[in-house]
């Protein structure tokens, strides 16, 4: 056994090292270790209160134990790593010339550097791409390299990060030039290159390029391949590939799931998202934060708010921390579902979190607002947008847009006119949509001359009348007085001829029915279908007004011809039913009148009634009103007298049977059905 004087005099170099511990004491005091020192005598490892607290301590290592070794190589590897990042530095610094990034490289390593060393100064420097190219050159010359495709793929990988298509296809060129058999490392990395460079087709053409250099895809490859076909428009190929990864008993990981909901949710499959992310968890594969986000998005497209509930607060049980992308998700989903309250609640944890809102979230809020009738939340939102130092967040024209639709629908003419002067003040000129809500609001408070006043303006900026116009003029018509309506029809006139022909037919009291049929069966047979039922709603709605019930009957016989309503009568053995919801009050009680008439002509010809009668007029109520079409039909139903009463298992029905049906239009003429 060595005694302890051969241990102090060692033969070979000595070693000394210093270290900090693990676990360091509060004592100030520096630990150094050394192979070659003696142990310190007992007095100096615990030293007295009297002598200073700053003497060093020293601990004795045994050179022959695997601690001692393994210091030498934590001290030898840090030497490494710090010449290595001094050399990536260089070579970031230098010129991207040959002779700089030679010099540059030949000062790192004096002696011909390891494939390693190759492989870490490539993949940390931050010098330009052509310097990463030259740098792989030097290294293939000058390096210990067993495997060149490895150095090329570090370099592809380089290339990827700053999104250098041209250079990675040339790099390509020359790997292939030099004999250089690529990998499914080198596909991945030129498959990933291509997609992050935006350019999905050629991630594709790589892919299919693999089988000739006898690759076969992994996991990554799928993940890359999958997204590139799928933001190239070929989804089957997508999801087909996803299928064959799975059959190949990959490894499901976040990145393709996230990858294959993305497809379906873009190609409209939004039940194949959903079952991809039930799928996953299933799997055990926990979703991480881009997956939650992805199917959120998914959902919102779907417009499927409660799921987009549910999603969200599974993602806050598994802690996950949303960002703004999920954020933004939930008020996209939020909002278009016009889910108001879950809408503002998101928007102020936003602003809670200081995050960025750009004008097109904002417009968003506005729009829904504006749609649901939240006057209080709109006016803080725009306060917001015009208090915002983000010149992204300002007010645009859709922004004061929405905010003029808002008070014309409330009928605030004082606000809509305020937001109006608003907007000239900003440099904007109103568009059609904020004439249109305009001229809404006058009709409402009956200001007919403003209206007219507003056509005008249309007409001064050289704004050409659209259908959804044209609509709001009727609309405007149908409520306003007779002794004025011809102010309104004049402006109908001068935006559409047509449609100025078959109200002048309507409201002329002279004037037969049959004209009229056919004048509003070219009209409505030409009309957008996103306009028709309006156009007959408004229409119907100014014959009621006016007691033309016998023209509103003509016009609802066009109507069902043209398709435009249907399934208004339905009738089965038990129960014969009168469908209203959708309709305007004129239209809902010309289909009652025609209705009733039906009813009476079948007890004239003897037909037995089903045991039940049923009117349905839906239990929605207008945004703006307290009044929606079931509080009118039952006030209606009380002034005729009719047997009908509103369900009390059945919201937005009115029933009768058929004993009292039959009785109660046994004592009435058919003239007398329904007092308009």
Request: some cysteine; aromatic content about 8%; hydrophobic content about 45%.
């Amino acid at each position: 056994m060595a005694s302890p004087s051969s241990l102090l005099s060692w033969p070979h170099r000595a070693i000394s090292l210093s270290f900090q511990p693990k676990n360091p004491s509060p004592s100030p005091a520096t630990a150094r270790v050394s192979v070659q020192d003696p142990p310190p005598p007992p007095s100096d490892a615990n030293p007295s209160p009297g002598r200073s607290s700053n003497t060093s301590r020293y601990v004795w290592v045994n050179p022959n134990s695997p601690r001692a070794a393994g210091l030498a190589r934590a001290r030898a590897g840090s030497g490494r790593r710090a010449r290595l990042a001094a050399a990536a530095a260089a070579l970031a610094a230098c010129e991207a010339g040959e002779a700089p990034v030679a010099a540059a490289l030949e000062a790192a390593f004096p002696e011909p550097p390891s494939e390693q060393d190759a492989v870490i100064v490539l993949n940390t420097t931050s010098a330009r791409p052509a310097a990463v190219v030259l740098a792989l050159w030097w290294f293939l010359r000058n390096a210990e390299v067993r495997k060149e495709v490895i150095l090329y793929n570090v370099a592809l990988k380089a290339l990827r990060k700053r999104r250098r298509w041209s250079d990675a296809e040339a790099l390509w060129e020359e790997m292939l030039r030099e004999g250089v058999q690529p990998d499914n490392a080198t596909f991945s990395t030129v498959i990933s290159c291509a997609r992050a460079c935006g350019m999905p087709g050629k991630a594709v053409e790589w892919f299919e390029k693999m089988p000739d250099f006898g690759c076969s895809p992994d996991m990554l490859t799928y993940s890359a391949v999958i997204d590139a076909y799928g933001r190239a428009g070929d989804a089957e190929t997508a999801l087909r590939l996803y299928d064959r990864a799975r059959a190949e008993k990959w490894q499901l990981d976040p990145v393709i799931c996230a990858t294959v909901i993305r497809v379906h949710s873009s190609s409209g499959n939004f039940d194949g998202a959903l079952n991809v992310f039930e799928e996953m968890k299933a799997a055990g594969v926990k979703p991480n934060l881009v997956v939650y986000n992805t199917v959120l998005d998914a959902m919102g497209r779907a417009m499927r708010p409660w799921v987009v509930k549910t999603i969200h607060r599974e993602l806050v049980s598994q802690e996950a921390v949303p960002n703004k992308a999920t954020y933004c998700c939930l008020l996209h989903a939020y909002t278009r579902a016009r889910y108001g309250e879950d809408a503002m609640a998101v928007y102020r944890v936003m602003k809670d979190e200081v995050m960025d809102i750009d004008v097109v979230l904002y417009n968003m809020l506005l729009s829904m607002c504006a749609d649901i009738g939240y006057v209080e939340e709109a006016e803080e939102i725009f306060r917001d947008m015009k208090a915002s130092m983000d010149s992204r967040s300002k007010p645009d024209s859709w922004s004061y847009s929405s905010m003029v639709t808002l008070y014309s629908c409330t009928g605030n003419v004082a606000g809509a006119e305020g937001i109006l002067n608003e907007m000239v003040e900003a440099g904007f000129k109103p568009n059609i949509f904020i004439l249109t809500s305009l001229i809404r609001c006058y009709g409402k408070a009956g200001r007919t001359d403003d209206v007219v006043r507003s056509f005008a303006m249309l007409e001064d900026l050289g704004i050409t009348p659209d259908d959804r116009f044209c609509g709001c003029l009727l609309t405007v018509a149908a409520g306003t007085p007779a002794d004025e309506l011809g102010k309104v029809i004049g402006c109908i006139d001068r935006s559409s001829a047509q449609l100025g022909a078959v109200v002048r037919l309507l409201v002329d009291a002279a004037a037969p029915s049959e004209p009229l049929r056919e004048a509003a069966g070219e009209l409505l047979g030409g009309a957008r279908g996103v306009v028709r039922m309006p156009y007959c709603n408004c229409l119907m709605d100014l014959a009621v007004n006016l007691s033309q019930m016998e023209k509103a009957c003509a016009l609802l016989d066009v109507a069902l011809r043209l398709g435009i309503y249907s399934n208004v009568q339905t009738r089965t053995q038990t129960q014969w039913s009168l469908h209203l919801r959708g309709l305007s009050v004129g239209a809902a009680l010309t289909t009652l009148h025609v209705w009733m008439s039906d009813l009476y002509a079948a007890l004239q010809a003897g037909d037995e009634l089903p045991p039940l009668l049923g009117i349905h007029t839906g239990q929605g109520k207008n945004t703006y009103s307290y009044k929606g079409l079931a509080t009118v039909f039952e006030s209606h139903l009380k002034e005729l007298d009719a047997p009908f009463h509103e369900a009390p298992d059945k919201a937005g029905w009115f029933l009768t049977t058929s004993v009292a049906a039959r009785h109660w239009l046994e004592t009435k003429k058919s003239a007398e059905l329904v007092a308009v």
